[in-house]
């Protein structure tokens, strides 16, 4: 409002050195013009949507994609269970059992063998990543051998 009100009286100053009959046309115009507009701007500005859970999911399995290719891919196929190095990871969290350890297919247990890695991995024990992937990076991982 303040603004609206400083956009007036520069109006009014400029109106003034105008002659009488124009001004009297051009002050209400310009004053329901610029209203207009200003308050045309401020109730079609919309305010972002809420990022729902299913866009965040996405957004964040996106990243895990990427941070799967830089880091687990040279190992782990994605679209086969067959072996690699270590163990195709397709339907991973479908399965009932990770596949080289065994464990409950459960999101904790993901996350731990990722951190902690598989010292009894066959052919090859799977290093550990802590410390090489960040919070997000592994939360993002995580939901992207979601969709697998």
Known sequence: ???????LRS???????VEDPLRKF???????????????????EKSPAP????????SSATKGAVVFKE???MCHDVDSTK???????????????????????????VRQQILEGNPNGKPVAMPAFAGQLKPEELDSLIEYLKTL
């Open 71 to 73: 880091n687990c891919a």
């Open 83 to 109: 072996a690699k190095i270590g163990p195709g990871l397709k339907g991973l969290f479908k399965n009932k059992d990770l596949p080289s350890s065994h464990k409950p297919a459960t999101e904790a247990n």
């Open 11 to 17: 109006y009014e100053r400029t109106l003034e050195s």
């Open 26 to 44: 051009l002050a209400p115009s310009l004053v329901l013009l610029t209203t207009l507009l200003l308050f045309g701007a401020c109730t079609t």
């Open 1 to 7: 409002m303040l603004r609206l009100a400083l956009i």
């Open 51 to 58: 990022a729902t859970q299913a866009s965040v999911s996405e």
